[in-house]
Antibody, heavy 119, light 110 residues
C-alpha cells in the first residue's frame, strides 16, 4: 500500500519561508515523478509543481515560479517544497501526490499539511 | 489566460445518471489533454477516479466512466449512490509540464 505523509506546515508571516516534506512508502520512489497540489480554504485544487524521478526536471505554476523550489532525496524517499517569499494567498493545504507513468495524472495522495500565511 | 471550466454544481437522484463536463475557455478538449478526474469529500484528500480520458484508477467502480463529449471531457456516474455526493475536479495537461484544474463541481445526491 502506497502511503505519503506530509509535514512541515504551520503559521508563517508574509515574506517568510517554510519547507514542506513528504515521505513516501510502498512504491519505488526513485522511479516516480511527484507533485505538489494545494487547496486554499473553501477553494478548489491548484497544481503547484512537478519533479521527475531523478530530480533533474521540474515544473512550476506561474503563481509560485521563482518563489518555490521542488526537490527530492531518493535515498530518503522524501519529496520537498521550499517556499520563500510567502504571501497571504499561499495559505492552503498542500498535498503531495505521485504521478501515473505516462498518464499526466496523479495516482496516490497524501493527507496534506496546512500552511497559514498571516501577520 | 486559458481557464478550465466545470459546472459549479449539479444534482442527481439516487440511482440516476449524471454527466459532469470539463471544458476550456478557449478551444476544445481532446485526448491530447489527458483529462483526469478526482473526487473529494470535505476534509479529505482527493481520490483519483479517471485518467487518460477514460481509464479507471484501481478500485474505482465501473459506474464511473470518462469520455470526450463534443468539445469537452466528461465524467458520467451511472446509478448514483448517496456516497457519491462529493466535489469533482477535472485536470488537463496543458503542455510543457503544466497541469490545470477546473474549478470543481459540487454534486448533490437527493
Amino acid at each position: 500500500e502506497v502511503q505519503q505523509l506530509e509535514s512541515g506546515g504551520g503559521l508563517v508571516q508574509p515574506g517568510g519561508s517554510l519547507r514542506l516534506s513528504c515521505v513516501a512508502s510502498g512504491l519505488t520512489f526513485s522511479r516516480q515523478a511527484m507533485s505538489w497540489v494545494r487547496q486554499a480554504p473553501g477553494k478548489g485544487l491548484e497544481w503547484v509543481s512537478n519533479i521527475g524521478g531523478s530530480g533533474d526536471i521540474t515544473y512550476y505554476a506561474d503563481s509560485v515560479k521563482g518563489r518555490f523550489t521542488i526537490s527530492r532525496d531518493n535515498s530518503k524517499n522524501t519529496l520537498y517544497l521550499q517556499m520563500n517569499s510567502l504571501r497571504i494567498e499561499d495559505t492552503a493545504v498542500y498535498f503531495c501526490a505521485n504521478r501515473l507513468v505516462g498518464a499526466r495524472a496523479f495516482d496516490d495522495w497524501g493527507q496534506g499539511t496546512l500552511v497559514t500565511v498571516s501577520s | 489566460q486559458t481557464v478550465v471550466t466545470q459546472e459549479p454544481s449539479f444534482s442527481v437522484s439516487p440511482g440516476g445518471t449524471v454527466t459532469l463536463t470539463c471544458g476550456l475557455s478557449s478551444g476544445s478538449v481532446s485526448t491530447n489533454y489527458f483529462p483526469s478526474w478526482y473526487q473529494q469529500t470535505p476534509g479529505q484528500a482527493p481520490r483519483t477516479l479517471i485518467y487518460s480520458t477514460n481509464t479507471r484508477s484501481s478500485g474505482v467502480p465501473d459506474r464511473f466512466s470518462g469520455s470526450i463529449l463534443g468539445n469537452k471531457a466528461a465524467l458520467t456516474i451511472t446509478g448514483a449512490q448517496a456516497d457519491d455526493e462529493s466535489d469533482y475536479y477535472c485536470m488537463l495537461f496543458m503542455g510543457s509540464g503544466i497541469s490545470m484544474f477546473g474549478g470543481g463541481t459540487k454534486l448533490t445526491v437527493l
